[in-house]
C-alpha cells in the first residue's frame, strides 16, 4: 500500500537466489492432514507453517538439498521470474547459493497460513552486517508438499520517515504470532473491504472507516499514523490518476491479512508486485508492513508474478 520506488539491482541477484527457497528442508514434523478438512483445521495450517519455515531455513542457510525430493512436488511451479520451474532446478540453487553465501541468515519474523496457503515475511540477509532485503515468500501446498511459490523482495533502506523498521510489532500486543484463528474470517473480510475502498477504487474515506487512530506504518516512505497514510497515498493517488490495483489473493490467519496485488502506475506499464500485511485489533486497521517488486520485462518460467 505504498508509492512505487525503483528496486535496486541487488535485488536481482538477490531474487535469482532465493527462488531456491521454495525448496523444502522440513525435518521431523507432523504428518499433513487430509484435504479433505476444513481450512481452519489448525494441525492443518500448523504443519504447513512449519514445513514452510525449515524449508526457507534449511535449504538457503544450510543448502539442504535432500529435502527436496520429500517435499517439494517434480512439477512444482515457480514465479519468482528468475527461476525455472521443477524441483531439480531447486536443488542445483540450493548448492550453488549456499556457496555464494556461507553465512546467510533467513530471518522469519511472522508466518500466517489460511487453506493450503502459507505466508512467511522475513528480513533476508546474505551478507553478516548488510541491511538486506525485505521479502514475502507465499508457499501453496497440495498432498502435504510444497507445489507452487511466489515472492516479493525489496532492498531494506538506510532509514524511515516514520522511525519504524520493516519488520517490527509496533502495536500492542508485541507479539509476531496471528492472533485467535476464530478472528481470521472478520478479519479477512473487513480487510478485504477496506483494500477494495482505499486501494481499488482510490475513496480515501476509507481511512476514516476502516484504519484506528493508532495506526503505525511500516512502509519506510510513509509517516506514521492516520495522516501519514492519508497524505502519502493521496499523493500517490495524484501522482498516478490512471493508478489500477489488482487484487490476486487474500491470506488471513487471526488479527493478520495479507493481500498480494498487481499495482499498475499506468497503462501499458508492468508495474509492481507488492504485498500489503496489514494487522487489525478491534475491528479497524492498526498496523502495516509491505513489499514491492517491479514486474521485470522476462522471465526464467512462463508463469507470471501472479
Known amino acids: 500500500m505504498s508509492p512505487t520506488t525503483p528496486v535496486r539491482k541487488a535485488v536481482v541477484a538477490f531474487m535469482a537466489a532465493t527462488a531456491v527457497l521454495a525448496a523444502a528442508a522440513a525435518p521431523a514434523v507432523a504428518a499433513p492432514r487430509p484435504a479433505s478438512l476444513s481450512h481452519l483445521d489448525p494441525a492443518r495450517l500448523g504443519y504447513q507453517k512449519a514445513v514452510a519455515e525449515r524449508v526457507l531455513k534449511g535449504v538457503f542457510e544450510r543448502g539442504d538439498t535432500k529435502v527436496v525430493d520429500r517435499f517439494v512436488r517434480p512439477d512444482y511451479i515457480q514465479h519468482n521470474p528468475f527461476a525455472p520451474d ?36 522475513s528480513n533476508v540477509v546474505l551478507t553478516p552486517g548488510d541491511r538486506g532485503q525485505a521479502v514475502f515468500d507465499i508457499f501453496r501446498f497440495q498432498g502435504g508438499k510444497i507445489a507452487e511459490h511466489w515472492d516479493v523482495g525489496q532492498a531494506v533502506p538506510e532509514s524511515s520517515v516514520n522511525g519504524n523498521d520493516m519488520f517490527s510489532t509496533v502495536s500492542w500486543p508485541r507479539t509476531t504470532e496471528p492472533g485467535p484463528g476464530f478472528l481470521t474470517g472478520y478479519n479477512k473480510k473487513l480487510v478485504t473491504a477496506a483494500f477494495d475502498q482505499l486501494l481499488v477504487k482510490k475513496d480515501l474515506s476509507a481511512i476514516d472507516r476502516y484504519w484506528g487512530p493508532e495506526y503505525h506504518q511500516h512502509n519506510p516512505g510513509i509517516a506514521d499514523g492516520v495522516a501519514g497514510v492519508k497524505s502519502g497515498l493521496g499523493g500517490y493517488f495524484k501522482a498516478f490518476p490512471e493508478l489500477k490495483v489488482e487484487p490476486k489473493r487474500v491470506i488471513a490467519e487471526g488479527d493478520l491479512v495479507a493481500v498480494h496485488s498487481h499495482y499498475i502506475p499506468a497503462p501499458g506499464e508492468r508495474g509492481q508486485a507488492v504485498v500489503d500485511l496489514f494487522r487489525v485489533r478491534g475491528g ?5 508492513w509491505d513489499v514491492l517488486q517491479d514486474v521485470p520485462a522476462s522471465s526464467a518460467n512462463e508463469n507470471g508474478m501472479f
Not at 103 to 119: N, W
Not at 284 to 288: L, P, Q
Request: proline share 2%; glycine share 10%.
Open 86 to 121: 521443477g524441483a531439480e532446478t531447486l536443488k542445483g540453487l540450493a548448492t550453488s547459493v549456499h556457496a555464494q553465501f556461507p553465512d546467510a541468515v533467513y530471518g522469519i519474523k511472522r508466518v500466517l497460513s489460511e487453506g493450503d496457503l502459507v505466508l512467511v515475511h
Open 284 to 288: 479497524k486497521i492498526v498496523e502495516h
